[in-house]
């Protein structure tokens, strides 16, 4: 499968705890994106990442919230200190680099994220 | 003001029906253009790009109108298994989502 992979499909965490979601892109991808979905709410975006970098993270909560894709291995999203509000559906999409036009983004299945 | 607006509908309508969803979006530098469809508490899945010149696949139909800013979906003859919320995405540097329009095709 070439897709893009997400894990755990279901994470179960409570209160205080941590949160790690793995994003693994699709083959030839370099970019990836975190997105958030409450139940009955549209897709809210957080961070978006290439290898290394950064590139804009004006979505993600200024705590407990942090992401990154390294060199090697997947991309991270990690949310500290787990709140119930956290609950919600996390979906990673990829895209390949910059200067290839009209190419969409893919989306993971998403991991649904439920808070004790 | 939000970088791409979708009326949220929902629109319902009868099998056999077409209908159309608009979409508009702020940066006029927007380079590429898209509608996803996400069924419920699935992840979205990409529907068609949309181009200048527009595009059909099938029963959709997507126009961009790039001198009002606007991006269209058509869908005829709906189907039942169409009833979805349709994401507008808009491509300058990063990709911009409208909130989705929920569309119900009824028996």
């Known amino acids: 499968n070439a897709g893009v992979m997400q894990n755990p499909r279901h994470l179960v965490r409570r209160r205080g705890q941590e949160a790690r979601l793995r994003c693994s892109p699709m083959?030839?991808?370099?970019?990836v994106y975190w997105y958030r979905q409450l139940p009955e709410e549209g897709l809210k975006f957080m961070v978006y990442?290439?290898?290394?970098?950064?590139?804009?993270e004006s979505g993600m909560p200024k705590e407990r919230f942090s992401a990154e894709f390294p060199k090697e291995g997947p991309s991270i999203l990690r949310i500290q200190q787990v709140v119930r509000g956290d609950s919600a559906a996390y979906f990673c999409?990829?895209?390949?680099?910059?200067?290839?036009?009209?190419?969409?983004?893919?989306f993971g299945d998403g991991t649904r994220l439920s808070i004790l | 003001r939000k970088e791409v607006e979708q009326d949220p509908g929902p629109f319902n309508v009868p099998e056999g029906a077409t209908v159309a969803f608009n979409c508009t979006y702020s940066?006029?530098?927007?380079?590429?253009f898209f509608w996803y469809r996400q069924d419920c508490r699935k992840e979205p899945k990409l529907l068609m790009s949309?181009?200048?010149s527009g595009n059909e696949d099938g029963r959709f139909t997507a126009q961009l109108n790039r001198a009002s800013q606007y991006i269209s979906l058509l869908i005829r003859d709906s189907k039942l298994s169409d009833s979805a919320t349709y994401l507008c995405?808009?491509?300058?540097?990063?990709?911009?989502f409208g909130s989705g329009t929920k569309l119900n095709v009824k028996p």
């Open positions: 999409a990829s895209s390949p680099p910059d200067g290839v036009r009209n190419q969409p983004q893919h």
């Open positions: 083959k030839g991808h370099s970019h």
């Open positions: 990442l290439q290898k290394e970098n950064i590139i804009d």
């Open positions: 940066n006029s530098a927007s380079q590429s």
């Open positions: 949309v181009y200048s």
């Open positions: 995405v808009v491509h300058f540097n990063k990709f911009y």
